[in-house]
């Protein structure tokens, strides 16, 4: 069966540092594959997102790296700050079985940036 | 609004009774996505609507739960005869293209 993992369910790191989060699935092929940032209480909001001929792309102090071949998507922050405290979820479109592809979304990883 | 709205924020209700939560999405955007996520859990898709297509409802999780897009704008989803295991925070995002979902606010479910 298709599945997406996100391998934290939480991740502390130090202002200043780079966070690092991984995104595995298995039993896909998917054209791309995104990144999305949830505050408590609030609806996703998108941050990224690459497709399977790209390996990497950039956003401010963001950078994703998608390697088809491990079927694993990095998503890094660098420099990171308080402020990027939150959830962090991949979502990838998934043959649903019912003649469409639908936005398939991880589990997500809490993200705390200690000051 | 130029963001997707859902109404009402908050329900809460008697177990047992229908409830109808409502998404407004963002004019013009042709792909509506209906998600349920419940506390500390991932979001879980209930159904999706393109354009003048048939939904995908192949994630709805009994058939208690329904949902129609009139005019390929507003959806409804209603739950009939609701249980205590359908509190959760239901989400609606729409997309013009499948390349970003925008997400309303959601609205947090209690049964009681």
């Known amino acids: 069966s298709q599945k997406i993992e996100q391998n934290s369910e939480a991740l502390n790191i130090q202002e200043g540092k780079t966070a690092t989060l991984t995104c595995n699935y298995t039993?896909?092929?998917?054209?791309?594959l995104q990144w999305y940032r949830q505050d408590p209480g609030r609806g996703p909001v998108f941050l990224l997102l690459?497709?399977?001929?790209?390996k990497e792309k950039r956003k401010e102090r963001l950078k994703v790296t998608f390697d088809t071949t491990l079927k694993q998507s990095l998503f890094h922050i660098t420099a990171s700050q308080p402020a990027d405290s939150a959830t962090y979820l991949c979502?990838?479109?998934?043959?649903?079985?019912?003649?469409?592809?639908?936005?398939?979304f991880g589990k997500g990883t809490k993200l705390s940036v200690i000051p | 609004g130029a963001g997707v709205s859902q109404s009402p924020s908050n329900k809460v209700t008697e177990k047992g009774k229908d409830v109808e939560l409502r998404c407004d999405p963002i004019?013009?955007?042709?792909?509506l996505y209906w998600y349920r996520q419940s506390l500390g859990q991932g979001l879980e898709f209930l159904i999706y609507?393109?354009?003048?297509?048939?939904?995908?409802k192949s994630g709805l999780p009994s058939d208690r739960f329904s949902a129609e897009r009139t005019g390929g704008s507003v959806s409804t989803l209603t739950i009939q005869r609701t249980q205590q295991e359908d509190s959760a925070v239901y989400l609606c995002?729409?997309?013009?293209?499948?390349?970003?979902?925008?997400f309303g606010q959601g609205t947090r479910l209690t049964v009681v």
């Open positions: 995002a729409s997309s013009p293209d499948l390349n970003e979902a925008f």
């Open positions: 039993n896909y092929s998917p054209a791309y």
């Open positions: 690459i497709r399977e001929n790209e």
């Open positions: 979502a990838l479109p998934a043959y649903s079985g019912a003649g469409s592809y639908q936005l398939t």
């Open positions: 004019s013009g955007h042709t792909a």
């Open positions: 609507f393109q354009g003048n297509s048939a939904p995908d």
